[in-house]
Structures are given as C-alpha cells and as structure tokens.
C-alpha cells in the first residue's frame, strides 16, 4: 500500500512539474527506461481521467457517451480522446456576433477553471475577450486561425505557460548525451523569433532573457492582432466563395481593414529593421524560433549578397511549424546551412501539446516521456498496435496539463516508433521525418469530380490572383 | 504527383489492369506505362501519352466533313445499337470497367451496379433526339435555317460541330457517356482525357465502338486516353487553336488549372464548375405528420441520391421557422424522419458509405457534444447522419459534408435562406411547390442556377442548360449565311453630285450605301 502510494506520489510529480522531475535535463527526460515510463504514464493517465471526468463538463459528457468509468490500460483512454476540431466547435456566428457570453460558455465546458464571472459583457472584440478571460481567471486562452475563416480557441493556464515555456528553454539549448551547462541553465539568451503569439512575447521571451527585454528580437512585420488575423481568414474565405462583398465579420472589425492593408506595404520596411538588428548577434548566444519558409528565405537573399552568419556561443536555431502553403524546395536546409554556422534545430509540434517534439541527431522527432502517443487507422480512426512500428494519424494524451482534456487526435499522419532505440541513443518513443496533414496524404492527385470543396476555392483563388 | 514509369518490361507478368487508348477506330495497348496516384489505391497501365499524343488531334478540321455528310437518323441508329451493346449483362468490356470500378471507385457496389444498369437508356433513340432537339435545335444541326429580321434580310444559321477535348470527372460512367453522346449529335470530334480516378468507363465505350464499327465516322471521331492533368509535353501539343477549338472541363479549378495557360482566341473553354446544392422546406408545410414525412422522405432521397457525390446532392436544407417558437424540436422530429427514411432507401439509390472522410468524421464527433449548438441524429457507425443547427447558421465545415451528412438549418424568412446561397450553388430542392413563387426571381442572383422539386436533385434530363450555360450549343461552331437580294445599284459615275459626304446622314456599311433609289 506504501509502495503504491509512493508510486502514486512519484507519478504526480512526473506529470505535474516534469521540469523538476527530471532536473532540468534533457538527457534525463529522454533516458527513463520503457518499463519505467509505462509505469508512470499509466499512474498518472489513470489520476487525470479520475479527476477530470468530473471537472471538465466536456470529458463527463464523452465518458458518457462512451461508458468510459476508469483507466486501467493506455489504451482504454482512446475512446476518450477530443477530435482536434473540438476547440472550433462553436458556430463561428457567435464571433460574427460578438457573443461572448454564449462563447464563454462553450469554452467553460472544455477547462476546470471556472469562466462563469468572467465580465465579457464589454467585450467588442476577440482580443478584448481573451483578454477579460485572462484578467479575470488563470486562462491564457490560445487561438488560432484557420484557412477557412474558422478559429480554434484552446485554454491553457499562465503557469502551465511559464512551465512551458522553461520546458522549451531546456530542450532546445540543452543537446541528448551531454549535461546540462550553468550558462544552459541559468544565463539569458537573445532570443529571435518570427512567429510572434503572444506566447513568445509574453512567455518564452522571459525564459530564455531572463526578463532582459533589450534581449528580445521580434519580427514586428507580422500581424499580431488576433482580430486582425481573422478579419483576414474572413476576407480570403469570402473571396474564394465568390462573395467578396459578403464578409461575415462585425462592423466594427471591418472597419479595421485599412489596418491590415497599411501592414502589407509597412511590411518589408519593418523586415529590413529586424534582419539588420538580428545581423548583429554573431557573438552572443542566441535562440532563434522560426518557420522554415521565413528562415529558408532570410538565408536564401543572405547568400545570394555573399553574407555569412555566424553564431555565438550555444546559439541554436529552432525550426517549427510547416510551410504555410508557400512552396519550400525540397534542399532548404541545406540552403540554410550554407548560410551559418548555427546549430538547426527542427521540430514537430502543435498548440495543443506542452512540448515540441525535436529532432535529434538521427534524424527523428522525439517524444517526451509525460506524452502518451497512439497511432490510429488513418481512415477509420480505429487504434493501432501500440509496438513496433506503425504509420497512423498521431494522437496522444499530454499528461501535464490540468487546464485541458490531455488527449487530443491530430490532424497528422506520422510513423511512430513505438520501442525500438533511437540511434541517438535516446530511450524515448520517436517520430519519423515524414510528417503529413491526413488531408494531404489521403488526397489524390488528377482525381476530378463536380462537387466543390473548400480547399479547390482557396486554391482556385491563389492561382487566379498570382497571375 | 502521379509518377509514370516505364513498365513494359513487367506488364506481362503483372497484375495491374491495363487501360487501352482508343484512337480513332483503334485499340491501343503498345508502349505501356504505369501510372500511381498519390494517396490512391489505383495504379494503372496505359499507352505513353507522349507517343500517342501526335495521334490524338484530328489531321485537319475538314475531315469533320464525314460526320456532317451522315443524315441525323443514321447517328441515331449507330447510337442506339452502341447502346444495346453496352448492356451490362452481354458486353465483357462493361463488365470489365464496373470490376475495376468496384475497387476504385468511392461509390458501393449497388449503386455502381446501378449506375452501369443504366447505361444503354442514355443510347435510346428518343432520348437523343430529344436532347438534342432541346439543347440544339434539329433544325441547326441538320442543315442551314433561315431566320428573317424585320427589314427584310435573312439569315442562314447552322450549327457546325467542332473538334473538343473533354476533361470528364471520375464519379461513375454516366459523364463519358454523356461526352460520345453529345459529340455524336453535334458531329464533333471528341478526344476525351479520362480521370485518375475513373480512366475506364470511357476505354470500355470506345472499345465496343472500334469493334462494332471501326470505319463509322462517329467511332473515327473519338479518341480516349490518359495522361496526367498538367503533362506540358502532351498538352501543349494538343492544346492549339490549330488542333483543337473547344476545351470542355468539368471539375473545376482541377481541371482547368493546367488549361488556362493555353486559352487564346480560337481555343474556347468550357468550364463546369464544381458546385453545392441545398434544399429549402417551409415548416408551416409539415405541421402534420404526413407532410413531415414526406418532406423527410424527399428530403432523404436528395441527400442520398449516390451517396451525395454528386454536385446536385442536397448538403445543407435551410427550414424557414417564420420564427416558429417550437422550430427546434420540429426540426429535430424531421431530422429523425429524414434519418430513418435515408436508412430505409432502396441500395441502387443509397447505401451506407464505402468509407466515411475522416475530417468530417472528427467535426461531426465535436459537434455531438455541443448539445447547446446542435443536435445530431444518426452516424454512430459512419452510415450517415442529419445535424440539426440550433442557430440559424449551417455548420462552418458545410463543404466537407459528403458521404450522407445533411445539416439542417433554421431560417425565420425565405430572403435570410437566400443570402446563404453563393457563385458555387448548383442545385436547389424546394418543398412545397409554391415555395418556388418566393426563390425563383431572386435566387439566381446568388448563384443558384437549378430548382427542382424536393427529391429530384438527382434527375438530369439533359434536355436543357446546366451549370447555367448552354454547353452543347458551345460545343458547336455557329455558322451563318446573309442572303441579300440583288438591289439596283448607283455607280460613282451616277451619283454625281450626290455624294455630298453630309456627316449629317448614317451610312450604311455595305453595299446599301450604295444603292440606287
């Protein structure tokens, strides 16, 4: 019984303050032995399902559905996992409307911190909401939006950020076999970033500067503002549904889109301030997080002016996210390679997972240890073997944060290793390269019928506005 | 991207099926090559398209001449004797592409059964004359008709067929068949590229054709075969006003992403838009039970008809409340009606899907928990399901609704369904009848291009415009003859003086500037 208490205790630190359980090392992270990490994993997906199939309405409601009362195996949480959808699954008229409160409402059935004395009742805007619901509650609700003018709106709570955000530092300065360094540990690093969220200004800014702002180097050519970003995605849907005179966004939004017009044109201005301030960091120890298109492109107009950058020391590019429908030649990183001397870094990972999954010296995505992958028939959804090796659309169960449902099925197909070692030496669950949207790796190429789909609109208009 | 390897060493001993060319009168099988669709379980061989590309156009426009000296009714007899031999139960070529169709088509055995039954019909004497007649005109087709205006002066008019390429989509047989058909009464010559995904219904056609009557002009102006969409080497050596005048593409920017770069004057385009279609019911209609069901039933029929592949199927059914207080639970009586009828629907209309699309798949499983926002009725074991919208706005994922997925829509008036329609609305299904009066006049400015009554989405007559155009009248080269009457004429000798140039006057542009008076 004490034994099982203090494997109960062991688990709750694991999946609670990972940082900590593991000393900040990233070595350390990745080298806990299989049997050990079944062992912890299962301890603590067995907790979070006990506890929040009571405090989230959303899990209560599945566990319903689906006579889901305990966990006793991994696998047993599977019926239990959120379609990614799930965080867009309000009628996006309630934002054409403004209606926060319905929205509130929505988003209170997907988290255990209670929304219900959120004031939205001043909310005229997407921003002014996320920020009332982080004025008013522990919420630092994300959002994305999507290539059809919907937006998802995922909550995740400021500490589990702040954790995040640490979590981030140590996996990316830190490199698999070595110890961590105390400059690793505890120096301020500059940090470059493109992808400019609210996350990296407000969260990983201050991990890896230590609260130096003059440290910081944001790429200011980028939209910011969430309303904004939509008022975009709108307009594109619009124009590619033939009605471009039918934006259905709220008056006061469209009012703004002088806005996103004077942005274009200040754009390259703004860039060429960055790169000439970013130039200069070639002595200094410098995280950079980057798409690879935008990287690809600064080093591609970099070579062709005869220009080298070299790193400081421990400098590492990171390079996440997908190419965002630009089309990125197949070399880019040997592009980019050329181009400096720094440490690449690349990386899957998504909004909805508390770590970046990175790649290592062999070549492949690692998990770490407090995420739980499964590998589902890509067609039917059904699970696969949880061994070997097996290509599935990837879906997992984070087991750290408390903000949210922990298990999520993604959009992506990957193949997962699920035990066999990592030439890298790493003890943890890997990832192949490869990795795709289900949509895309599913879809034929030549294939012709008459039935219209969002995706023929979007490409549709691309094509006719690039001549 | 499709990948094309050679393959002519392995063909002997491999399993893959092999889709013959059919080149004027010719089956083709030399010079195979594989085709593999990305992400697709069809892999194919086939002639290379880049040596049988210089055979593909036609020599030279006037050998169209042949088609033109055949009499109406021998088209016809050649057509429906084409017809009989395409009976699914005698011809090996047919029971050959449906085999084929079986594994690689989205649709289910039933409903491909069906859709082969039905082939012959399109052949029927009657029919073709009648589309023809109703599309065209028999008197355009067949010889020169004279139209008379007002001062006088008439006109000879003729529609002359022309030489097209037809980029046909892969859902079923019936849009191969249409393009022989339409290009055999309009005595055109018709290459047809054939889809990825459904290279075969046109080869087996064109295989009975070249076996039946391999020297009529009807089968030496048809040509049939694969390459893959965007080929450069094959299509710029089609796609010339010297070698082709007409490009009819269905399937949208899919198709004619490749095409627009070579349109210039003298190459038309004929594009078929991918569309959307709805439904729009009255709830002050189905206040009984027996008008609920028999919307539900029509309603059924529309969204099911081949398992909404087609563009026509009904996606979306807006219900107009007139702010009904008790809509909701109304609508969600008739989304169990709909559910029930839909399962109940004979297998050569709808089945359950062959496989359910995963996206949709994972937003109609969110929205199974947002009881505020929607009801869903049905779906549990991907046989399709109706998603009752509780707020006046379909889902925003409503262009990936497929594989029977019907969204039901309140709306309190007619004039708010309307603004949901757009430039990629097809059909719309309309119940009751007099519902029509209110979408009629006003509709089409949306976009809506085809009303028909609930539950006949499905049953194109091809006797009348579609997409909202004319395309069979595009398909021909309109060609007119001005007949004037000798008139006396006044010479510059005779006219003396009285070409005094007054800029007061319009002059004529012809010779009747010159006539005397």
């Known amino acids: 019984m004490t034994a099982e208490r203090g494997k109960a205790k062991t688990a709750e630190l694991f999946m609670t303050d990972p940082l900590n359980y593991f000393d900040r090392s990233y070595t350390k992270m990745h080298s806990l032995s299989p049997s050990d990490r079944s062992d912890l994993q299962l301890h603590a997906l067995s907790a979070r399902f006990a506890v929040q199939v009571h405090d989230i309405a959303m899990v209560g409601r599945l566990a319903d559905r689906q006579g889901i009362t305990s966990v006793e195996r991994p696998e047993d949480i599977v019926p239990m996992l959120f379609e990614h959808t799930m965080y867009k699954s309000y009628p996006m008229a309630l934002l054409e409307r403004l209606d926060f409160a319905r929205l509130t409402t929505w988003l209170g059935k997907l988290t255990p911190v209670d929304v219900g004395n959120v004031n939205v009742d001043r909310c005229g805007s997407i921003q002014q909401w996320l920020g009332s619901l982080a004025a008013d509650t522990d919420l630092d609700v994300g959002s994305s939006s999507g290539t059809t003018g919907t937006m998802s709106f995922f909550p995740w709570s400021k500490q589990e950020h702040v954790a995040k955000a640490e979590l981030a530092r140590v996996a990316r300065l830190q490199e698999f076999g070595k110890e961590p360094t105390q400059d690793q540990l505890t120096k301020p690093y500059h940090f470059v970033a493109s992808n400019v969220g609210k996350y990296s200004r407000n969260y990983f800014a201050q991990a890896y500067t230590l609260g130096h702002s003059e440290m910081m180097h944001m790429r200011a050519a980028r939209v910011q503002d969430v309303d904004l970003l939509w008022l975009a995605a709108r307009l594109r849907a619009a124009a590619a549904s033939g009605n471009a005179d039918r934006v259905s966004v709220p008056d006061s939004l469209l009012s703004r889109r002088s806005e996103l017009e004077a942005f274009g044109v200040q754009s390259a201005e703004l860039d060429a301030v960055w790169l000439q301030e970013i130039e200069s960091l070639s002595d200094v120890s410098t995280v950079w997080t980057i798409f690879p298109y935008d990287l690809y492109q600064i080093a591609s107009a970099g070579l062709s002016k005869g220009d080298f950058w070299k790193s400081g020391p421990g400098s590492v590019m990171v390079v996440t996210g997908g190419s965002k429908g630009r089309a990125l030649p197949k070399d880019w990183l040997d592009t980019v390679k050329r181009f400096t001397d720094y440490r690449v870094v690349t990386g899957y990972g998504m909004t909805e997972a508390s770590a970046v999954f990175l790649n290592c010296s062999a070549g492949r995505y690692h998990i770490p240890p407090w995420v739980i992958p499964f590998s589902l028939n890509p067609i039917t959804s059904e699970l696969q073997p949880r061994h070997g090796v097996q290509r599935g659309r990837f879906a997992f169960f984070d087991l750290m944060p408390v903000s949210h449902w922990g298990g999520l099925m993604s959009g992506d197909e990957v193949e997962i290793d699920f035990d066999g070692l990592c030439d890298c030496g790493a003890t943890s669950q890997h990832i192949a390269p490869d990795v795709v949207r289900l949509s895309e790796a599913r879809g034929g190429d030549d294939k012709i019928t008459c039935a219209a789909t969002p995706e023929a609109h979007a490409q549709a208009m691309a094509f006719l506005t690039a001549y | ?517």
């Open chain 2, 1 to 517: 991207m499709g990948n094309k390897t050679s393959a002519e060493a392995s063909v002997r001993s491999s399993a893959l099926p092999v889709v013959p060319a059919i080149i004027r009168g010719q089956i083709v099988t030399d010079n195979l090559v594989q085709f593999t669709g990305r992400g697709d379980s069809l892999t194919f061989l086939t002639p290379d398209p880049a040596v049988l590309v210089k055979d593909l156009p036609l020599a030279s426009p006037s050998h169209l001449r042949d088609l033109h000296d055949l009499e109406f009714e021998e088209i016809l007899d050649y057509l429906e004797e084409l017809g009989n031999l395409l009976d699914i139960d005698k011809s090996p070529y047919m029971q050959w592409a449906r085999e084929l169709t079986y594994s690689t088509s989205h649709l289910t055995k039933p409903l491909i059964d069906n859709a082969f039954r039905k082939v012959p019909q399109f052949f029927r004497r009657e029919r073709v004359r009648e589309m023809a007649e109703k599309t065209v005109g028999l008197k355009y087709l067949n010889g020169w008709t004279d139209i008379t205006l007002a001062n006088g002066s008439v006109v000879g008019v003729r529609a002359f067929g022309a030489r097209g390429v037809h980029i046909i989509p892969g859902n079923g047989p019936s849009p191969a068949v249409k393009s022989i058909i339409q290009s055999a009464f309009t005595r055109s010559d018709c290459i047809i590229k054939t889809p990825s995904n459904g290279p075969f219904m046109a080869a087996a056609v064109g295989q009975v054709m070249c076996e039946f009557a391999p020297e009529h002009p009807v089968t030496k102006h048809l040509a049939v075969c694969y390459w893959r969409g965007g080929d450069v080497d094959v299509e710029q050596r089609i796609y010339q006003p010297h070698k082709v005048e007409k490009i009819v593409a269905y399937g949208g920017f899919a198709s004619v992403k490749h095409v627009t770069r070579y349109i210039q004057p003298g190459l038309e385009l004929i594009s078929l838009d991918p569309k959307n279609s709805a439904s729009v019911l009255d709830l002050a209609a189905l206040s009984d039970e027996s008008s609920m069901r028999e919307a539900a039933l029509r309603l059924a029929v529309d969204m099911g008809v081949s398992n909404q592949q087609p563009c026509s199927s009904a996606r979306v059914a807006y219900v107009v409340t007139h702010k009904d207080p008790h809509a909701e639970a109304l609508m969600t009586r008739l989304a169990r009606f709909t559910y029930e009828e839909l399962i109940g629907l004979p297998s050569g209309l709808s089945t359950t899907p062959k496989s359910y699309d995963g996206e949709l798949r994972s937003h109609v499983q969110s929205l199974r928990l947002q009881e505020d926002f929607y009801t869903v009725v049905g779906g549990e074991a991907d046989e399709g399901c109706v998603i009752v919208s509780h707020l006046p706005d379909p889902v925003d994922f409503k262009h990936l609704l497929a594989d029977r997925t019907l969204n039901l829509v309140p709306a309190d008036s007619v004039a708010d369904v309307i603004l949901n329609f757009d430039s990629y609305t097809q059909t719309v299904g309309v119940f009751p009848e007099s519902l029509k009066d209110q979408l009629l006049d006003i509709a089409p400015f949306y976009g809506v291009q085809r009303f028909v009554s609930l539950g006949y989405s499905g049953e194109h007559t091809g006797c009348t415009p579609h997409d909202g155009l004319e395309m069979e009248r595009r398909m021909c080269k309109w060609v007119i003859n001005q007949k004037i009457e000798p008139v006396p004429l006044a010479y510059a000798a005779s006219r003396d003086g009285a070409a005094s140039d007054s800029t007061a006057e319009v002059v004529p542009s012809s010779l009747r500037a010159v006539h005397a008076h």
